[in-house]
T-cell receptor, first 113, second 114 residues
Framework: QQQVKQSPQSLIVQKGGISIINCAYENTAFDYFPWYQQFPGKGPALLIAIRPDVSEKKEGRFTISFNKSAKQFSLHIMDSQPGDSATYFCAASSNNQGGKLIFGQGTELSVKP | DSGVTQTPKHLITATGQRVTLRCSPRSGDLSVYWYQQSLDQGLQFLIHYYNGEERAKGNILERFSAQQFPDLHSELNLSSLELGDSALYFC?????????????FGPGTRLTVL
């Protein structure tokens, strides 16, 4: 019940296209859903996050869509650029569990020029 | 740059040895989290400290321990090392409240056990 399932494992998108990564969770106590971006040799960097009281959040080219009833959330990267090529992780946490993040397995995104 | 610092960047050691990984949180953050990243297990939560006190524990091995000092830096001690402990170890910080939320990760320590 603590798992967060992420798909796809890898994704190839043309420059200018839309990248979509999906995550699903089971634990209804989760109340915070961040996305992290990780480049090789670096630590994960917080990209954007959402709480269950809203269905969508947009920051620049990055949008989170959240479906509480389906227990799913997704990251959309609009106008994808080669510099977006990285590994993306979704995560979830519950305020009553000390803030620990439960991470998805990661998606390796490659944006082709 | 997240403002979280970790030392050392790389660590190579032998099985059975003990190592200490160090983390300094962002200025003003009271929480420190430790995570392990490996190819087979992904990113796994180990432990959370808030203002010197342990707040949550994940699947942390008994051979591993951590503490947070009065100046808020944290150390993760790994003992009786095994080959399978080879991984990237990240610390993250958040705060000043204990609920977690926005966690900012350091650059990590790559541990290689030979």
């Amino acid at each position: 019940q603590q798992q967060v399932k992420q798909s796809p494992q890898s994704l190839i998108v043309q420059k200018g296209g839309i990248s979509i990564i999906n995550c699903a969770y089971e634990n209804t106590a989760f109340d915070y859903f961040p996305w992290y971006q990780q480049f090789p040799g670096k630590g994960p960097a917080l990209l954007i996050a959402i709480r269950p009281d809203v269905s969508e959040k947009k920051e620049g080219r990055f949008t989170i869509s959240f479906n509480k009833s389906a227990k799913q959330f997704s990251l959309h990267i609009m106008d994808s650029q080669p510099g977006d090529s990285a590994t993306y992780f979704c995560a979830a946490s519950s305020n009553n569990q000390g803030g620990k993040l439960i991470f998805g397995q990661g998606t390796e995104l490659s944006v082709k020029p | 740059d997240s403002g979280v610092t970790q030392t050392p960047k790389h660590l190579i050691t032998a099985t059975g040895q003990r190592v200490t990984l160090r983390c300094s949180p962002r200025s003003g953050d009271l929480s420190v989290y430790w995570y392990q990243q490996s190819l087979d297990q992904g990113l796994q939560f180990l432990i959370h400290y808030y203002n010197g006190e342990e707040r949550a524990k994940g699947n942390i091995l008994e051979r591993f321990s951590a503490q947070q000092f009065p100046d808020l830096h944290s150390e993760l001690n790994l003992s009786s090392l095994e080959l399978g402990d080879s991984a990237l170890y990240f610390c993250a910080s958040s705060g000043p409240w204990s609920g977690g939320d926005e966690q900012f990760f350091g650059p990590g320590t790559r541990l290689t056990v030979l």
